[in-house]
Nanobody
Framework: QVQLVESGGGLVQAGGSLRLSCAAS????????MGWFRQAPGKEREFVAA????????YYADSVKGRFTISRNNAKNTVYLQMNSLKSEDTAVYYC????????????????WGQGTQVTVSS
């Protein structure tokens, strides 16, 4: 079992930055692939970024490449999402997710989810 708690969301102007954190419970955090997803009102949950536990492979959605950076600190049981050059279309609830398998870009690839943190980008 893994419990995930996101933090760091908020209101920011377009062009600004935020860093989201996702703290995980459990002693085997290092053996879980982690992903970030987001969901805007009226839209489906979409993939943002992921990092695989086995080889550290990193994946990004095309819409955030070059602006967002995913990283993890296994000693702190935490995964981060650094978001720069934010746009109004980045406004959504952001969720972190964990799974013991290789990182996936699909929500169905993750067994554990956090409660989400709201990110609002004003234009």
């Amino acid at each position: 079992q893994v419990q995930l708690v996101e933090s760091g969301g908020g209101l920011v102007q377009a062009g600004g930055s935020l860093r989201l954190s996702c703290a995980a419970s459990g002693r085997t955090f290092g053996r879980y692939s982690m992903g970030w997803f987001r969901q805007a009102p009226g839209k489906e949950r979409e993939f943002v970024a992921a990092i695989s536990w086995s080889d550290g492979s990193i994946y990004y959605a095309d819409s955030v490449k070059g602006r967002f950076t995913i990283s993890r600190n296994n000693a702190k049981n935490t995964v981060y999402l650094q978001m720069n050059s934010l746009k109004s279309e980045d406004t959504a609830v952001y969720y972190c997710a964990a799974d013991a398998k290789r990182a996936s870009t699909a929500p169905s690839g993750y067994d554990y989810w956090g409660q989400g943190t709201q990110v609002t980008v004003s234009s």
